[in-house]
């Protein structure tokens, strides 16, 4: 064994890093919109990298792309069309064709490499991306909702963080684009970053998203290779309540690592110090 | 601003890194046990390092400590005399004292210099080691459990990790002492690591605790400065049961940052994953 060692830092904020050790690096390039990386850590498996933000890695995505997708679609009593907008890696579309109810989900996903090189390097994340259900869209997601409307039972945002390209994804106009995309009864989820590193935006964008669905949660749920840990996740939903008037089923029928019927209640219980940033 | 950066980097395990950018290095020494440092971290506050690992930041501290103390000590309907077994930094005491039934805490740390350290550089955290009901007891942990029949309500092991000195307090040995130091309605808890991380560990430790304690059971928290971020507890209980037959009160009457009575029943809530490794 070579005594040398290759190791990944994030620069999570200026004042913090993640070091990864490597097995090997299997594929770094410039693409039209960011450089993307994928690499083999020893922890935590192969990890999808993009402008050196750690976006996925195969040993802990289970938690963000279950979470991200169950708890609306789980919320929602029939959802048959369903639009991810980022998460190019299939991970989140993997997750929403579970449910037997979704006829079409579409992913709208702005640089095409991202797809191509998850489907190469992440076919455990990538794989559903080729079911017929599946329906690719390479493009601007804002303007693919802008361009929608009463289209879409959930629309669930897979952002990158919001700075560069996905500022867009965090302004009130793309939530008002959304509820205009979603049909009468529509649900639509962010991701919103870590309370403890990002409360800031989290206050903000729940008073965004509530600005314009009559119902706003925020739950929680933990991905270690994500900074801060403790992970947000922003509902705006026009009729069903993600806590209240629905009647979750005791067993679903589906594989979940992460999400169970007892989780999507326990998610939406949050520390004091979470509920604070979101009291109006 | 001088361009230099001081950083502290924790090796969290053999293949993960965690890297803190630092203010200042407040104190760093070698102890008759190990060595022990304080540094100011500029995302976290103040930070305690035992020999190169992370025990607590002053800006994540609060949910390690109120989530090992407040989970047993509103589940005991009186808890009056309460050990704390490590933790010289004094911060589950700062916790234990909070409930005005405690007429007792009882600090066991084997480290003076950690208590030392901690009055002096870490005062939010380590104030409450000053209160009279804090009775301080410089020496082994273990010893002093063995010593002792009948004698506490809650026992609490904040131990390091399962390496050096703190190897005794993974032991099935100590359960049952602790079993045996607690009266007949005493609960123990522990904490024991990440499930990302240490679900070997876990699985161990809950069947070991379980072979002792009638009422065996597991709680999350995320703390993000320690390795995988969602950290296990585990409870082994005489008679009360965490979940079962006590009625949490609605409202507390201390004041917390985490805790609250339906964080005590969220926590409860496992993923299936974490769920799995319980699973007998």
Request: proline letters at 6%; glycine letters at 6%; hydrophobic letters at 40%.
């Amino acid at each position: 064994m070579s005594a040398m060692e290759l190791w990944f830092t994030e620069k999570q904020t200026d004042n913090l890093r993640m070091s990864y050790r490597l097995g090997s690096t299997l594929i770094t390039e410039r693409t039209e919109y960011q450089e993307l990386a994928v690499v083999d850590t020893l922890q935590y498996g192969r990890m999808l990298i993009l402008d050196d933000f750690v976006m996925t890695t195969e040993k802990d995505e289970f938690v963000y792309h279950e979470m991200i997708s169950h708890v609306p679609l789980f919320t929602h009593p029939n959802p048959k069309e369903v639009l991810v907008v980022g998460g190019g890696d299939g991970g989140v579309i993997r997750e929403v064709l579970k449910h037997s109810s979704v006829e079409r989900a579409v992913l709208a996903e702005i640089d095409p490499k991202v797809i191509q090189r998850s489907r190469e390097w992440l076919p455990s994340i990538s794989k559903a991306l080729d079911d017929e259900r599946c329906e690719l869209m390479v493009g601007d997601g804002i303007a693919h909702v802008k361009e929608h409307k009463k289209a879409y039972d959930i629309i669930i945002s897979d952002s990158t963080d919001p700075i560069g390209p996905a500022v867009g994804l965090f302004e009130e106009d793309f939530y008002l684009s959304c509820w205009e995309a979603l049909k009468d009864d529509g649900i639509f989820v962010a991701q919103t970053e870590s309370p403890f590193l990002h409360g800031d935006l989290i206050r903000q964008t729940f008073q965004r998203i509530s600005s314009v669905f009559p119902i706003t949660r925020l739950y929680l749920a933990t991905i270690p290779t994500y900074p801060g840990s403790l992970w947000s996740f922003t509902i705006g939903s026009k009729v069903h309540d993600p806590l209240g008037d629905t009647r979750l089923p005791m067993a679903i029928p589906i594989e979940t690592k992460y999400y169970s019927p007892a989780i999507h209640q326990a998610a939406f219980t949050l520390p004091p110090f979470v509920e604070r940033l979101i009291r109006k």
